[in-house]
Nanobody, 126 residues
Framework: QVQLIESGGGLVQAGGSLRLSCAAS????????MGWFRQAPGKERELVAA????????YYTDSVKGRFTISRDNAKNALYLQMNSLKPEDTAVYYC???????????????????WGQGTQVTVSS
């Protein structure tokens, strides 16, 4: 089992920045593809970004490319999402996710993520 705990959400004005963190515990963190999902009220959950074991490959949904950066620190069992130039449409609950992976690849939206955090609210005011 892997436990994921998010932090760093909050209220920010449009154009501002936030950095989400995810602390992982339990089984070995390294062999997991990690990612961030978000869900806004009345909308489907979507994968925002994902990253492979070694942090060398990433996936971003089109709406956040150039604004968000996903990264990980395996020594600290931590995952991050740096969010810049935030927009009101980025308002959502953000979830840290993980899946065990036998290959050092990022599947992104085609992957099934086994582990989910409890979520952290991000609100962007206009």
């Amino acid at each position: 089992q892997v436990q994921l705990i998010e932090s760093g959400g909050g209220l920010v004005q449009a154009g501002g920045s936030l950095r989400l963190s995810c602390a992982a515990s339990g089984r070995t963190f390294v062999r997991y593809e990690m990612g961030w999902f978000r869900q806004a009220p009345g909308k489907e959950r979507e994968l925002v970004a994902a990253i492979n074991w070694s942090g060398t490959n990433t996936y971003y949904t089109d709406s956040v490319k150039g604004r968000f950066t996903i990264s990980r620190d395996n020594a600290k069992n931590a995952l991050y999402l740096q969010m810049n130039s935030l927009k009101p449409e980025d308002t959502a609950v953000y979830y840290c996710v993980a899946r065990a992976s036998y290959r050092d690849v990022v599947l992104g939206p085609t992957a099934h993520y086994d582990y989910w955090g409890q979520g952290t609210q991000v609100t962007v005011s206009s």
